[in-house]
């Protein structure tokens, strides 16, 4: 008798089936790698001004559009497509093989993390090309970049996965989850630039992720000297990671806890 | 020895009694069949043997595991059973060769993936993606992936829903030919005569009890209940129950110097014991 494979392996592979299964849905690929490029090219054409000596707002854009494309490409999509795959009875069927639940949750996080590598790749690449985006050169800047991906990109996994128990059906998930990630963007400081709003709502969004992967995003791609004009007056590293890994950690504890295999 | 033993199941939703003390034993090798109307306590039954909900109530034994067993335990067991549930209409954007090869990585002895494609008869659609199969293709799709894993026991739950009639009897082959490969079968249906087919022996639930169980040809009597003799006699059709339509049929043969003109006889069919069964139990 052969050893039943491990979760591990099984969820690598369950990730490289999620990818092929992605990439085979058109409208969902071009949708989520192209949309920020498109909101880029919106936003970037409407904004000419500089925001601060030497900072234009396309830069301080990109930051806030990788921050909110991982809110977006995890978070957002995995609490409206694993209802779905609930209500096709695709999850019970899995739940019935001796497949663990963490290779499904690994299969999704490789796929999130994927598709986060492939848009901020299309996104930088348009912003260098057309709207003169500087790229960060210092090596601390970029060793912060790649941690700030890797993690928000894990966090917006398992969030996703832990919200997906809360929408009741995949009809009315888009619904649900809609509405509060476009809320969030907007107290975020995606769209506006953080610190011109009410601090009411700049203390509600220090709650949530999001908030700190944009400042985060904006330590990377903005000069030294704007850190002054953050809300704490600094990029508040170290405290970024720390509130991440405290909401990775609420979303593994309720994705395995609370996980729904079945519509009822 | 049986691979499915239960004792005193029960299990309630609120005030809803769905399984009031079920008992159930499945022998290796065999074919059952649970038969029971919507509502019967049927479906939580099978879903309790499967693992997917818990009881209340009574033990349950399959292939000596709890189904409520979890961790690691748990994919030992499932790495033994297969299950196709109902309607899935999943993973469109894979093609049936994908999704087979996939899941045969499941498990840690899985069956040939071109065997399982063949013997389920879609060869032909290997290539094809999973949405643009019809709905038998589809069922059939289930069933590979139910028995992908090389299953010592396999749940089928209404497995012909929707097949024509010619598709059905290549399904119930496939299923004899399971069998016959030693997978034992627990088959819930809502048709009597695939029950008939098939089943070694099928057991009747109502109102969250089992009723009877025992052998289709045997089930509520029948073997041994009256017999209807129906002929033609001028321009009427006429028809007696008796215990002893051997003796009527002579005796209408003498009457009629030889064959008796339209002579049918009959017993009742598993559907008509079945119906009787259900209906008294509700009364």
Known sequence: MNKIPCALQLGIRRGGLEIRQ??????????????????????????????????????????????????NTGFQALAITIPMERDFGALKRLRGTPMPASSYFIGKAILIFASMVVQILLLLGFGVLFFGLEMPTDPGKCLTFAWLVLLGSACSTALGIAFSIVPKSGRGASAVVSPIVIILQFFSGVFFVFTQLPSWMQQVAAIFPLKWLTQGMRSVFLPDSFATQEVAKSWETERTAVILLVWLAIGIFFSVRKFKWDRD | MSLIEVKGLKKSYGNVHAVRG????????????????????????????????????????????????RGNESRIWRNRIGIVLQSSSDAGDLTVIETIKHFS??????????????????????????????????????????????????????????????????????????????????????????AEALADR??????????EVSTPAELGG??????????????????????????????????????????????????????????????
Do not use: C
């Open chain 1, 22 to 71: 992605f990439a085979r849905q058109r409208e969902s690929v071009v949708f989520t790698l192209l949309f920020p490029v498109i909101l880029l090219a919106i936003f970037g054409s409407v904004f000419k001004d500089t925001i601060a000596p030497g900072v234009t707002f396309s830069q301080y854009f990109v930051a806030g559009m990788i921050a909110s494309g991982l809110v």
């Open chain 2, 22 to 69: 079920v008992d159930l034993s499945i022998a290796q090798g065999e074919i059952f069949s649970l038969l029971g109307p919507n509502g019967a306590g049927k479906t939580t039954t099978v879903e309790i043997l499967e693992g997917f909900r818990t009881r209340d109530a009574g033990s349950v034994s399959v292939l000596g595991f709890d189904p409520q067993t």
């Open chain 2, 105 to 194: 990585g499941y498990y840690s002895n899985p069956r040939n993936v071109d065997e399982v494609i063949h013997s389920v008869g879609l060869k032909e659609k290997e290539d094809a993606l999973i949405r643009n199969l019809s709905g038998g293709q589809r069922r059939r799709l289930d069933v590979a992936l139910g028995i992908i894993g090389n299953p010592e026991l396999l749940f089928l739950d209404e497995p012909t829903t929707g097949f024509d009639p010619e598709a059905r009897r290549a399904f119930w082959a496939l299923i004899q030919q399971l069998r016959t490969d030693g997978t034992s079968i627990l088959l819930t249906t809502h048709y009597l005569d695939e």
């Open chain 2, 202 to 211: 099928v057991a009747v639930i109502n109102n969250g009890v089992i009723i």
């Open chain 2, 222 to 283: 029948r073997a041994t209940s009256q017999a209807t003799v129906q002929w033609r006699d001028g321009d009427a059709i006429k028809f007696e129950k008796t215990d002893n339509p051997t003796a009527l049929v002579s005796s209408l043969s003498a009457r009629f110097n030889g064959e008796v003109p339209e002579l049918i006889v009959t017993r009742p069919s598993l559907e008509d014991i079945y119906l009787e069964m259900i209906g008294g139990a509700n009364e």
